[in-house]
């Protein structure tokens, strides 16, 4: 079966930096992308991997390696407004995307 | 641009009541998708369609779900008889292209929250 697993909840304090980690088994893989959510929201998209390797995009980076089926999402100086879910999800063989139970990210002051 | 639009944004039904949600996806998205989202999950497919042609309808529970896409452009999910279980948030996402072209990244609207009481 298809699986992708993320911890369920993290609590981080403001300023600081918090790396939230995916690990994904799949059929197939075409890429694993990163969704942010606050609550009572709609997923906005935050960032795609496609290679191994360090994406990084402002405050937010995305780490891929394909060979552990593993990636990361490293916030950093963060902020209050970052208290969201963070969905991580995988593009298999067949172009579907199958979507993580989501990370929920607590910031504290 | 405008983005995804759904109605309605909340809806109230009795077990056994019918239901059905509006999408009007960004212009030009080719592809539309109907998301499930229970509290504290990832959404969960309900249907993917191609212009007007449902490609992806496996997880569709067809004895209470339908859905249509007239002309490639709005699609309507309906749900009827609405059930207990049924309670979850609805998601429309679309995305430009076709299957061999995705990129990945889904433009969701707000989402239609369903209570079934």
């Known amino acids: 079966g298809q699986n992708i697993d993320q911890p369920t909840e993290m609590t981080a304090t403001e300023g600081a930096i918090v790396q939230i980690n995916c690990t994904y088994q799949?059929?197939?893989?075409?890429?694993l992308f990163w969704y942010q959510q606050h609550a009572g929201e709609a997923p906005t998209f935050l960032s795609y991997?496609?290679l191994d390797g360090l994406e990084e995009k402002g405050r937010f980076s995305s780490f891929l390696s394909r060979s552990k089926g593993y990636s990361y999402l490293l916030l950093k100086e963060l902020q209050m407004k970052d208290s969201a879910s963070y969905l991580c999800?995988?593009?298999?063989?067949?172009?579907?995307?199958?979507w993580g139970a989501g990370t929920k990210l607590i910031i504290k002051p | 641009e405008a983005g995804v639009v759904q109605s309605p944004r909340y809806k109230i039904i009795e077990k056994k009541q019918p239901v059905a949600f509006w999408c009007n996806p960004i212009?030009?998205?080719?592809?539309l998708y109907w998301y499930l989202q229970n509290l504290g999950q990832g959404p969960e497919l309900l249907i993917r369609?191609?212009?007007?042609?449902?490609?992806?309808e496996s997880q569709l529970p067809k004895d209470q779900f339908s859905a249509e896409r007239l002309k490639g452009v709005d699609s309507t999910l309906k749900i009827q008889p609405g059930e207990l279980g049924d309670s979850a948030v609805y998601l429309c996402?679309?995305?430009?292209?076709?299957?061999?072209?995705?990129?990945?990244?889904?433009?969701f609207g707000e989402g239609s929250r369903l209570t079934v009481l």
């Open positions: 996402a679309s995305s430009p292209g076709g299957t061999g072209r995705f990129t990945g990244e889904l433009f």
């Open positions: 212009s030009g998205h080719n592809t």
């Open positions: 369609y191609e212009n007007e042609e449902a490609v992806d």
């Open positions: 799949t059929s197939g893989f075409n890429g």
């Open positions: 991997n496609v």
């Open positions: 999800a995988v593009k298999d063989s067949n172009y579907q995307l199958i």
